[in-house]
Every structure is written in C-alpha cells, then in structure tokens.
C-alpha cells in the first residue's frame, strides 16, 4: 500500500474550526469483541489525551472549504468558536490508497495544537447579534 506523508504550510491555509472536538475512546479486546473502554486514548509517548477536531480546510474544488477532523494530541483543549478561524501549527497530511479497493484515496491530517488564528475576532452568532440590535 503506498502512503504519503506531508507537512502543510499553514501560512495561507484558511482553516476554519466548527466548535466540534471529540476525545478518542480507548478500545479493548474482549471475548465478545472489541469494545470501547469507556477511557480516553492517551498518546504513549506524551502522556495527553487524543482528541479529533472538526476543521472546514480548503481542500474541495476550486479551494471550496470541505470538513475534516484533525487529530490533535495535546494536553491542552480549547474552546473554539464555531466558524471562526484557527491556526494548526504542525500540520501534517497522511494520504494513502483507498481502502477496500476502492477508487482515490484517503487523506487524513493532525497537527500538533489547534488555536484561534492571531488577529480574529470572533463572529458574533445571529443570536447576539438580534439582542444587540434591540
């Protein structure tokens, strides 16, 4: 199978966070089955739980923003503001033949952190933005 590993300029990459972060579950093996242990994944080598962060990146057609999760081992979790702007230090991109035969392929990212991009300010919600307006 043929894999790709690249690290991503994030200079001019305009990533866009959904508020949307999940901690990976740890999985075991028992006489039923795999199971999911009910415990977050700790990354062996640092100690910090595994998350996945929902990120639109420009990676469609034309650089239309499409949805990926990126996952991100850090001890540190943000609370990130829905459709508003972050950095991704560390970016990287695993690209790899499609599974099961399938045509394409299979792209996946993590980075080392995730945090709001320098200089933004975050967009107010339609709901704070009505109540303002009041």
Known sequence: ???FNAPIDTNQLQAIATGHAQTME??????QGRRSSGQPL?????????RIYDVML???RDGR???HGVRITSHEAPE??????????????KVRQAR???????V??????????????????RRQAESEAA
């Open 80 to 93: 990130l503001t829905p459709y508003t702007p972050v950095e991704l230090p560390g970016l990287w991109a």
């Open 42 to 50: 700790i990354d062996e080598a640092t100690g910090a739980p595994v």
């Open 108 to 125: 996946s990212f993590s980075a080392d952190g995730i945090a709001p991009a320098t200089g933004s300010v975050p967009r107010p919600t």
């Open 58 to 60: 420009p990676t469609g």
């Open 26 to 31: 740890r999985w075991e093996d028992t006489p």
């Open 65 to 67: 923003h499409e949805l």
């Open 100 to 106: 099961n035969g399938g045509k394409g392929v299979d």
């Open 1 to 3: 199978m043929f894999e």
